[in-house]
């Protein structure tokens, strides 16, 4: 059984940053591509970014391109969100997804199994 757990959201002015983390807890990280959505209130859950798991090839939305990056620490069994420069439209409900043994990638949220329970991030203008 695969659990995700996602920390560092918080209240940041425009202009700021944060690191969002995704804990994995289970077998087998280096077989799981990850991802990146996040939901603002009366939106549907959206694509943010994505992590191939057999060489790290990264994938984002437009909006986010230049300003967020996708990584993984595989030792620790971490995924890391850096985003810098935020807006206050980046604000929402962040949330990591996993998918095991994908080499494509998948921005529909139906596509994924295991997911964590979301950190708020919250950018004032």
């Known amino acids: 059984q695969v659990q995700l757990v996602e920390s560092g959201g918080g209240l940041v002015q425009t202009g700021g940053s944060l690191k969002l983390s995704c804990t994995f807890r289970?077998?087998?990280?280096?077989?799981?591509?990850m991802a990146w959505f996040r939901q603002a209130p009366g939106q549907e859950r959206e694509f943010v970014a994505h992590?191939?798991?057999?060489?790290?090839?990264?994938y984002y939305t437009d909006s986010v391109k230049g300003r967020f990056t996708i990584s993984v620490n595989v030792p620790e069994d971490t995924t890391y969100l850096r985003m810098n420069n935020l807006k206050p439209e980046d604000t929402a409900v962040y949330y990591c997804?996993?998918?095991?043994?994908?080499?494509?990638?998948?921005?529909?949220?139906?596509?994924?199994?295991?997911w964590g329970q979301g950190t708020q991030v919250t950018v004032s203008s």
């Open positions: 997804a996993a998918d095991y043994l994908s080499t494509v990638v998948q921005t529909s949220p139906d596509h994924y199994k295991y």
């Open positions: 289970g077998n087998n990280f280096v077989r799981y591509s």
């Open positions: 992590i191939r798991y057999d060489g790290g090839t990264t």
